[in-house]
């Protein structure tokens, strides 16, 4: 490669790097929600979250794990997203367990086998169009915690879909609501 395009290249680099503005202006696409809204996000996510920590100490199960906080934020905070629809949210926390604990029985949890599975977890979102971004933390979950394999079907699978049924009955009470915009 010759010097004036290693140049170009990296003046392009720093370019990207600086964003397209100081500060988000006025005019910024992510508007304020208005106060229906935030009420709605919540009391969707205290109910969600509360009722899964209900169901997880009556049946002595455990349903409930940190990523499931950042799923609420998603699910009752930007319903419309497609990173917060039922496809996501079950398949790919399915998805990311499934290869953390995978990589976890065929490694062990090494630094190293921690970036494989997170990074490996995010590519199977992405092949199977299931990405949601709380996932990265479920593989991260199973590499810190060590579970079985029971940890597919208890918190991952029972508790992604608690949430997603919470969502349901929740967000489409308020009218200016509507969830999901897609199940599969």
């Known amino acids: 490669m010759n010097y004036k395009i290693i140049q170009l290249k990296w003046n392009n680099y720093w370019f990207k790097i600086r964003g397209k503005w100081r500060s988000c202006p006025l005019t910024c696409p992510i508007d304020k929600p208005n106060h229906q809204h935030i009420f709605w996000s919540w009391f969707g996510s205290f109910i969600a979250i509360a009722t899964t920590a209900y169901l997880s100490t009556k049946t002595n ?6 990523p499931f906080g950042a799923t609420s934020v998603l699910i009752f905070g930007v319903p419309d997203s497609p990173l917060a629809q ?24 090494h ?9 490996t977890a995010i590519g199977m979102m992405q092949f199977t169009r299931t990405v949601h971004p709380p996932s990265g933390a479920v593989a991260l979950v199973v590499m810190m915690t060590n579970p079985s394999w029971q940890f597919l ?31 599969f």
């Open 61 to 66: 199960t455990p349903l409930l794990m940190a």
């Open 111 to 119: 630094p190293w086998a921690m970036g494989l599975a997170v990074a």
């Open 86 to 109: 039922p496809r996501n949210v079950i398949g790919g926390n399915i998805v990311a367990a499934l290869v953390s604990l995978s990589i976890l029985y065929l490694f062990g949890s």
């Open 153 to 183: 079907l208890t918190p991952v699978l029972e508790g992604s879909i608690i949430l997603v049924l919470c969502a349901v009955v929740f967000n489409n009470l308020a009218d200016e609501r509507s969830y999901p915009t897609h199940w």
